[in-house]
């Protein structure tokens, strides 16, 4: 194994491992961390259900996650979190870097979240969200993890005990020599890097050449295949035939466009908070009204941000979340007996729902569907497909476009 990524999600991890499969690696894109030995493989995305948890946990978690890493021979380690930075100042990202920073021995990380092919850049050290500051792009109302301050240097400065410096972009734009350069000269051991345009995390990852630790989004690892000498390729994919549905949980603004276009021409049934706690609706319900449905049907709990407000303010954020995702798992579980073959999932938390009720512990990596979003097999005999969508990600029609790329009619 060349490469090693503790992805803090489920989609996080599937973005990522499309960024590494199309740059040429062989990779698979594990549930946890595995017990048995990797195989041969390029790159190991460990998929981990750590972004909003305890900072406790978080690390734990991560840390078992370096050690197998480390353990299959990986070189260089990549702390893959959102391209939004989600995380509040309670969150894990710091603590989670930290225990990397103390385990490998870096004295400098690259640190970009920046994703320039979904909108997201950094310039002057400040996330942006297409033109807009990452506070004033509508995901200061995420329902878990506000995010209401655009400056990394003080949202990572708050949590991690190193300290933060800033690469900016003319520096990032004078050239591979120049950045890899800076990036060894002493200095602050997390270092913001700015990137606006896919070249610019080029240069980023061809001067990380070396370096045991990077942190950012998927991004980051664009340049990464070529320090190994592969070259770029469309991973291969057998259509996935069988019945197929859509499964969102995100209450992003990009999801409940789609969910909203979904709805023009296929069956659809939400689900609210309500339903979920007080266990009105059921697996047991679902499942048979999914397969009594013609075509894709859509199951959804996407709502607008008062709605989820109300909804956590009268259960407890926690309880209402836990309710929906555990209903979500016990739905997917039921479907796959049912003879359900293509899942599109949107939603980070309702992905890692729906993967571990379908207990799938290894994805195969496909061609995108869309940006930061690939196809994927479970790698068992059961014929699964999947496509685990951020919330952001995917134009409005990526629903039903998903569906056919899967079913190999598009």
């Known amino acids: 194994m060349k490469l090693g990524v503790i992805a803090d999600d489920f989609t996080g991890a599937s973005d990522i491992a499309l960024t590494l ?51 299959q021979g990986a070189r260089q380690i990549i702390f893959k979190v959102c391209s939004t930075f989600d995380s509040t100042d309670e969150g894990n990202i710091g603590p989670v870097l930290d225990m990397l920073v103390d385990r490998t021995g870096a004295e400098a990380v690259p640190v970009t979240p920046a994703f320039p092919e979904n909108g997201r850049s950094v310039y002057q050290g400040h996330l942006f969200v297409e033109d807009r500051l990452l ?61 606006i345009v896919d070249e610019d995390l080029v240069t980023l990852g061809r001067a990380a050449l070396g370096f045991p630790l990077l942190c950012g989004g998927s991004g980051i690892a664009l340049g ?44 659809s049934r939400e689900v609210t908070a309500e339903e979920a706690v007080s266990g009105a609706v059921m697996a047991t319900d679902l499942v048979p009204w999914v397969m009594a449905q013609d075509g894709a049907p859509m199951i959804f709990s996407s709502a607008d941000p008062d709605v989820v407000k109300s909804a956590q303010e009268t259960f407890g954020r926690d309880v209402a979340a836990s ?28 992905s890692g729902a729906v993967v571990s009720g379908l207990r799938a512990t290894a994805l195969r990596i496909g061609p995108r569907l869309a940006p930061g979003v690939p196809a994927t097999k479970v790698e068992d005999d059961r014929g699964l497909a999947l496509a685990l969508k951020s919330g952001n990600f995917g134009g409005e029609d990526f629903f039903s476009t998903a569906l056919a790329m899967m079913e190999g009619k598009a």
Not at 148 to 173: C, E, F, M, Y
Not at 236 to 261: F, K, L, M
Not at 327 to 346: D, I, Q
Request: proline residues 8%; charged residues 20%.
């Open 224 to 267: 990464l295949p070529s320090n190994f000498g592969l070259v770029p390729k469309t991973p291969d994919w057998t259509g996935a035939p069988g019945p197929g549905v859509v499964i969102s949980g995100s209450c992003s603004n990009a999801t409940r466009r789609q969910v909203a276009e979904y709805k023009d021409a296929s069956p």
């Open 21 to 71: 499969a199309e740059g040429g690696m062989r990779v698979t894109q594990f549930i946890g961390t595995p017990e048995a030995p990797a195989g041969d493989i390029d790159a190991g995305v460990i998929a981990l259900k750590s972004r909003t948890a305890p900072v406790d946990e978080a690390v734990d978690a991560s840390a078992r996650a370096y050690e197998w890493l480390c353990a």
């Open 323 to 350: 309710a929906i995702e555990t209903l979500f798992a016990e739905t997917a579980a039921g479907l796959a007996e049912a003879g359900v073959k293509r899942f599109v999932v949107a939603g980070g938390e309702t």
């Open 135 to 195: 506070n004033e792009s509508g995901l200061e109302n995420h329902p878990l993890t506000p995010m209401t301050d655009p400056d990394l240097r003080r949202v990572l400065g708050r949590q991690s005990k190193h300290a933060v410096g800033h690469i900016d972009i003319i520096n990032v734009r004078r050239g591979l020599d120049h950045l890899r350069r800076l990036l060894a000269t002493p200095g602050p051991t997390c270092r913001i890097v700015d990137a």
